[in-house]
């Protein structure tokens, strides 16, 4: 089983940057992958960011040019650094794992943007 604790959220004016980390309970070398979710209130989860062993990252259209996703085998940690945000980034974000065809979930970080 894989344990996954969300931080970093909180409120921020848009044209800002959150940093969000999400530590893992094992070794993230051995967890394919990893990535960020997130949820709007009134609307379904959708993928933000997503990371594999190797290196391979893809992203989301909306947030493409502004997010970064990165992890720290090290320190079990991904990270997701959000940059030039804006108000409809905010929402709940989760950090989930994939491992052996199992996803792990976080409980989530509130990120708000206000204009």
């Known amino acids: 089983q894989v344990r996954l604790v969300e931080s970093g959220g909180g409120e921020v004016q848009a044209g800002g940057s959150l940093r969000l980390s999400c530590a893992a309970s094992?070794?993230?070398?051995?967890?394919?992958?990893m990535g960020w979710y997130r949820q709007a209130p009134g609307k379904e989860r959708e993928l933000v960011a997503t990371?594999?062993?190797?290196?391979?990252?893809n992203y989301a259209d909306s947030v493409k040019g502004r997010f970064t996703i990165s992890r720290d085998n090290a320190k079990n940690t991904v990270y997701l650094q959000m940059d030039s945000l804006k108000p409809e980034d905010t929402a709940v974000y989760y950090c989930?794992?994939?491992?052996?065809?199992?996803?792990?979930w976080g409980k989530g970080t509130l990120v708000t943007v206000s204009s």
């Open positions: 094992q070794s993230i070398f051995r967890i394919p992958a």
């Open positions: 989930k794992a994939r491992k052996d065809s199992l996803d792990y």
């Open positions: 990371t594999i062993t190797g290196g391979s990252t």
